[in-house]
């Protein structure tokens, strides 16, 4: 069965602070998919990215990018110089081959403070 | 183009009540997705539609959630009787293709329902 672990139950920077959230994930399969969504007060899941299990090239857009370790089992996510509409929950989601459904974390709140 | 709308945005009932969610996909999505995070929790699926039909349920906690889609165009996700342990955010998600990996990469999230069964 799969599982992902967000350890970080909440992280308080202030601004232009660099920060990571981490994520751990659990399956048996080796072709599967790793997902970073964030959640504004807004309340909606708003989608930032896919990663597929064949490819470990870190990614950057913008501001953000993440860090994709197979050998660790990791997927974790940074934020550069945070702004204050940073400031959300992330959730971090795995779904195997062949399944639609996603997998999620408990979420990780981010406070950036001005 | 309008995103995934669900209503009511919260809904405060009483325990032993009845509870009607709901939520309209984008349109011309055929994948319907229910999940449901209880405080602090992880976000759980649900169960998933593919147009009318109930392609995966086995995210349904018990028979007293039944959810429909009406002519594969909204759905309704209804919990009778309600309980404590019901409350939490109810999700609804749509994508164009049956399988997320391999066609859109993503799903569309609505902003939630939240529950609270006093």
């Known amino acids: 069965a799969q599982k992902v672990t967000q350890a970080q139950t909440e992280i308080s920077v202030v601004e232009k602070e660099d920060v990571t959230l981490d994520c751990v994930y659990e399956?048996?399969?080796?072709?599967?998919?790793l997902f970073w969504y964030k959640q504004p007060p807004s309340g909606e899941l708003v989608f930032l990215i896919r990663?597929?299990?064949?490819?470990?090239q870190n990614e950057i857009s913008g501001r953000y990018s993440w860090n994709f370790q197979k050998s660790t089992s990791s997927f974790n996510f940074t934020i550069t110089a945070s702004q204050v509409v940073d400031s959300a929950v992330y959730f971090c989601?795995?779904?195997?081959?062949?399944?639609?459904?996603?997998?999620f974390g408990k979420g990780t709140m981010l406070l950036v403070s001005p | 183009e309008a995103g995934v709308t669900q209503f009511p945005s919260h809904s405060v009932i009483e325990k032993g009540q009845t509870v009607t969610l709901r939520c309209d996909p984008i349109?011309?999505?055929?994948?319907l997705y229910w999940y449901r995070r209880v405080m602090g929790k992880e976000i759980k699926f649900l169960l998933h539609?593919?147009?009318?039909?109930?392609?995966?349920e086995s995210g349904m906690p018990n028979n007293r959630f039944l959810a429909e889609r009406t002519g594969g165009t909204y759905s309704t996700l209804k919990v009778q009787p309600a309980e404590l342990e019901d409350s939490g955010v109810y999700f609804c998600?749509?994508?164009?293709?049956?399988?997320?990996?391999?066609?859109?990469?993503?799903?569309?999230f609505g902003e939630g329902s939240r529950l609270t069964v006093l």
């Open positions: 998600a749509s994508s164009p293709g049956p399988y997320i990996p391999t066609l859109t990469g993503e799903l569309f």
């Open positions: 399956t048996r399969d080796t072709t599967y998919y």
């Open positions: 990663r597929n299990s064949f490819d470990e």
């Open positions: 989601a795995l779904s195997e081959a062949g399944y639609s459904t996603l997998t």
């Open positions: 349109s011309g999505h055929d994948n």
């Open positions: 539609f593919v147009k009318e039909s109930k392609q995966d």
